[in-house]
């Protein structure tokens, strides 16, 4: 595989985990707004799947050299910090 090609891909699994971090963000917003409250199960039960499957799907872009593990982290503790911030927002309210 040449290194251009090997670049392509790196940036586009990048890009797709990112994205994948950006419906989770989504996801609870509109199940905060909509459906639930924050200490509910439900709640909870949707972030911690959604959050385990994105940590997998990192780990394994990490595992085929797609994706740097520290960028992965800092992908997952991004995400972390959002949705922390979102939760603060909701009980504020």
Known sequence: MSTGM???????????????????????????????????????EVLDTQMFGLSREIDFAVRLGLVNEEDGKELLESLERQLSALHEASIGK
């Open 6 to 44: 090997a670049t392509g891909h790196r940036e586009k699994a990048y890009e797709l985990l990112k994205a994948d971090a950006h419906k989770i963000l989504k996801l609870i917003e509109v199940q905060m707004e909509n459906l639930t409250m924050p200490q509910c199960p439900l709640y909870e």
